[in-house]
């Protein structure tokens, strides 16, 4: 083998390391229940949800491929714990969001989580 050769074969791993696709997050919660709760809380009045039908509120974001977005409302990583967090406090987050706090419960909203993380 040539010093090129094996030059070649030592740097490959490191140049291929970002490759690989997008990273996977895992969402511990029940998608299901998640867009019942969906409808339940309201979020379709202020927000563009797909797959939740009447939910084409336009106050809000669009929820739209939501799963794709570095940040939650600008402020925070998008995370499964961190999205749970916002739609759960939103005002603690963001004293200035106009989203309001709906009283979702800690399990709601990682249900809504769940079913916000399958709109990619």
Known sequence: MTARTVCCLLLLPLLTTGCGGDKVESTPGDPQHGRAAIREYGCGSCHVIPGIGGADGRTGPSLERIAKRVYLAGVLPNTPDDMAR???????????????????????????????????
């Open 86 to 120: 916002w739609i759960r406090e939103p005002e603690e987050v963001d004293p200035r969001t106009a989203m309001p706090n709906m009283g979702v419960s800690e399990s709601d909203a990682r249900d809504i989580t769940a079913y916000l993380y399958t709109l990619k």
